[in-house]
């Protein structure tokens, strides 16, 4: 009745779909195929209220014994009441997506649109693999990958390697939903949708440091911090690694409060205060990139990329 990717449209949350991309790897066969249909919402009567297609589990499928949480697994597992609202296999992937939270904070997802897919950077099939932590071939020209922030660069300079001028399309990458009050679902959907206003004559990256600015990128746009040719974003990733391992977290962040000082006498002296405290190299990178005289907007982008560049300590 659903497709994998129906399913993947029901995931509320990042750990919600990084378990829906592990049954699919390692056990799509698991998927309901051919059960019988929940029955239509009523005042007595309703179907799963995650997939509202198959019918709730009914007492007798459920152990009274269940704990709340597993001991033994360290596994958070739906009360009664709780699996009554669902059918069996959304109780399975609610079930796994609790162990799977931690890991869903650490992760960016890239939605891709292109002429033709990047199997020699796809290539890995199960699920937690030496660097793709989850991938699902949609068709002929879409792929949902979900990477390790830390390996979006390594993995943009395979696919360049391996594939060059050849590939082109679009990459939307963006981190996992955490909250309930945003849909991991509804965001897939909305990059699914902004797909199409683009050519196939190169390879582009848009870029959300946010989920939600999925829902409104016209202004993320406007500022120039949302669509990139893809040379261009890794010249970015690579400025932000190397700030990233020149300047300590205190620096980066007393850095950030001195850019943004609106009195320039006030940023004269603490500018040369602050480079009195810095290394060599971290002074000679600030002056050679002229920071002090970026667009605000070029610096906000280099912070949020920080976030994505490999540290080597």
């Known amino acids: ?46 179907p799963c ?28 597992v739906p009360s009664i009441a709780e699996t009554q609202d669902y059918c069996l296999f959304c109780r399975e992937i609610i079930a796994k997506a609790e162990t799977l939270t931690d890991l869903s904070r650490q992760v960016i997802v890239l939605w891709g649109f292109v002429n033709h897919l990047p199997n020699r950077v796809l290539a890995e099939k199960k699920f937690m693999g030496k660097r793709e932590i989850a991938s699902y071939i949609h068709d002929d020209h879409h792929f949902l990958l979900i990477l390790a ?27 996992t939903v955490r909250d309930a009050r945003n849909h991991q679902g509804e965001i897939l959907c909305r990059a699914c949708h902004q797909e199409a206003r683009f050519p196939m004559d190169m390879l582009r990256v848009r870029f959300f440091s946010n989920p939600v600015q999925l829902y409104a990128p016209q202004s993320r746009d406007e500022e120039g911090l949302l669509t990139f040719e893809i040379t261009e974003f890794l010249r970015l990733l690579d400025m932000a690694e190397i700030f990233r391992t020149l300047l300590r977290p205190a620096e980066q962040r007393a850095l950030h409060e001195l850019i ?39 610096v906000k982008l280099l912070y949020e990329l920080v976030d994505y560049a490999f540290c080597p300590f």
Not at 267 to 272: A, H, R, T
């Open 149 to 175: 922030r830390r390996d979006l660069k390594s993995w943009i300079q395979e696919l360049l390697i391996y594939h060059g001028a050849d590939i082109k399309g679009l990459i939307q990458m963006f981190p």
């Open 49 to 76: 209220q995650r997939c509202w297609v198959y019918p709730c589990c009914s007492t007798e499928n459920i152990l009274p014994e269940i704990p709340l949480r597993d001991a033994r697994r360290k596994i958070y």
């Open 260 to 298: 943004h000082l609106h009195n320039r006498r006030e940023e004269q002296f603490y500018w040369g205060r602050f480079t009195g405290y810095l290394s060599r190299q971290a002074k000679d990178m600030l002056n050679a990139w002229k920071i002090r005289q970026w667009p605000k907007n070029q």
């Open 1 to 46: 009745m659903l497709n994998f990717y129906d399913w993947l449209r029901r995931s509320e949350d990042g750990s919600e779909l990084l378990a829906t991309m592990e049954y699919i790897m390692t056990e799509p066969e698991s998927f309901p195929s051919g059960e019988k249909l929940g029955p239509p919402l009523s005042a007595f009567h309703r």
